[in-house]
């Protein structure tokens, strides 16, 4: 596997399930991204991981609970979501540093349909 | 607050001609990144150009150039010798020195026609 991984790959899940995404990267970096990318809309940041440790959180709700276990793994556990989280969930990646930003690695995405 | 905005929600070309995504932004601080990604359909969203706000020379990679005003806050990519594989969606970014948090617009998706 190389870059960035993500599974599953497509979700369906009630309002009242609890269901976990997972991102992988393969690239070394030593930070990670949460994203939500919904029809129309920019793309909104829901949580970055420098070195393992929450450096933003941008008032996302409490239904949203990301974990990272490890600089390679990034979880988003879902629980009690609402029809208006359906979206496509991007993981990111990128080797945090001083100076010039470096590129995000995004994979594939998660898409995700509450009903 | 940082702000990104794509005023074309969907454009199209022909093959093999010239194309300009137009993107603004809007921010007080002096030291930033603007960056346009691209995502084709179904496909992962990579890094097309990237361009450093301190830097007078507009960036370019091959097919793809940058008219970066900084006056203006205005940051236009242009696809020359437009291909099909370039029919996607590419979406204008901004990010401020030495801070993770990166701004998006909404996106413009291309389509490019035989």
């Known amino acids: 596997e190389t870059g960035v991984t993500q599974t599953p790959r497509h979700l369906v899940m009630g309002m009242t399930n609890k269901k976990s995404l997972k991102c992988e990267q393969h690239l070394g970096h030593n930070a990670m991204y949460w994203y939500k990318q919904s029809a129309k809309k920019p793309l909104e940041l829901m949580f970055v991981y420098n070195f393992k440790e929450q450096t933003e959180n941008n008032s996302v709700p409490s239904r949203f609970s990301p974990e990272c276990p490890n600089s390679s793994h990034l979880f988003l556990h879902l629980h009690t979501l609402q029809p208006e989280d359906s979206a496509l969930y991007l993981c990111a990646s990128s080797q945090d540093g001083q100076g010039a930003p470096n590129e995000q690695f995004f994979g594939p995405g998660t898409r995700l349909t509450v009903l | 607050a940082q702000t990104v905005t794509q005023s074309q929600p969907e454009m199209s070309v022909q093959e093999a001609e010239t194309v300009t995504l137009s993107c603004t932004y809007d921010?007080?601080?002096?030291?930033?990144?603007l960056f346009w990604y691209k995502q084709p359909p179904s496909r992962q969203m990579i890094l097309v150009i990237r361009?450093?706000?301190?830097?007078?020379q507009n960036a370019t990679e091959n097919r793809f150039s940058v008219n970066f005003q900084k006056a203006a806050k205005s940051f236009s990519l242009k696809i020359s010798d437009s291909q099909l594989g370039d029919t996607a969606m590419y979406f204008c970014?901004?990010?401020?020195?030495?801070?993770?948090?990166?701004?998006f617009g909404a996106g413009t998706r291309l389509t490019v026609k035989p």
């Open positions: 921010t007080s601080e002096s030291n930033y990144y």
């Open positions: 970014a901004f990010m401020i020195h030495n801070n993770n948090d990166m701004r």
């Open positions: 361009q450093e706000a301190y830097k007078q």
